[in-house]
C-alpha cells in the first residue's frame, strides 16, 4: 500500500527559499567562481535548482558517500562510495546536501575535502534539523529550511529510496 505523505513544504515555498538563498550565495562570491560538491543522491535536486539561480560561474562534482545505517538513521560510520573526479585545489568549494540531521557525514566529509587545499569550503543545506545535531562543530553557511525532528522526503530525499522525485518536501506518516 502507498504511504502517507503530508505536505511539510510546498514546491512553490522551497523554490522561492532556493531563489533567495542563490542571490545571497551570488552575492557573496562575487567576482569568484563556485565549484559545487553534490553529495549523491539525495543532493542532486537541490543542487540543480540551486545552480541554475547562481549568477557568478558555477563548476560541478558529484560525490556519494554512505553511512552505514538503517533506512531512517545514519551510524556515524562514512565510506566514500564515489569519489570527486576534480582536484579541489585553490578553488571555492561549495558542499550541496539534501540534509543535516546528526552532522556526521559532514562532518567527517569536510575534514576529508579540506585535506585537498581548496580556497576556501562553505556548506549549503537545503534542510536542517538542528535539534538532531551530534557533531556540533559542524557550521553550516547556508541552510534553505529548518525543520523538526520528522522524517521527511522528497526534493531528492527518500525514504527506502522511493519517494526522490517528489517535487515538494512532505513527511511519511508511518
Ligand atoms: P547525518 O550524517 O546524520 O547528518 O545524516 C545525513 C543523511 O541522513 C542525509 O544526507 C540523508 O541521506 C539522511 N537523512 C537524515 N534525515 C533524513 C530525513 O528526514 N529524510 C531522508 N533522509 C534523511
Ligand atoms: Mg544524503
Do not use: W
Not at 571555492?92 to 575535502?113: A, C, M, N, P, Q
Amino acid at each position: 500500500m502507498a504511504d502517507k505523505i503530508r505536505v511539510l513544504l510546498s514546491e512553490e515555498e522551497v523554490n522561492h527559499r532556493i531563489g533567495e538563498i542563490a542571490a545571497q550565495i551570488s552575492r557573496d562570491y562575487d567576482g569568484k567562481a563556485i565549484h559545487m560538491i553534490c553529495i549523491l543522491k539525495g543532493g542532486v535536486f537541490f543542487t540543480c535548482e540551486l545552480a541554475k539561480r547562481l549568477t557568478v560561474p558555477v563548476s560541478l562534482d558529484f560525490m556519494s558517500v554512505s553511512s552505514y545505517g538503517d533506512d531512517t538513521k545514519s551510524s556515524g560510520v562514512v565510506r566514500i562510495v564515489k569519489d570527486l573526479d576534480e582536484s579541489l585545489k585553490n578553488k571555492d568549494v561549495l558542499i550541496v546536501e539534501d540534509i543535516i540531521d546528526s552532522g556526521r557525514t559532514l562532518s567527517y566529509l569536510i575534514e576529508v575535502l579540506k585535506q585537498r587545499e581548496p580556497a576556501s569550503i562553505r556548506l549549503c543545506t537545503l534542510l536542517d534539523k538542528p535539534e538532531r545535531r551530534i557533531k556540533k562543530q559542524v557550521k553550516v553557511d547556508y541552510t534553505c529550511f529548518s525543520i523538526p525532528d520528522e522524517f521527511v522526503v522528497g526534493y531528492g530525499l527518500d525514504y527506502a529510496q522511493k519517494y526522490r522525485n517528489l517535487p515538494y518536501i512532505g513527511v511519511v506518516e508511518l
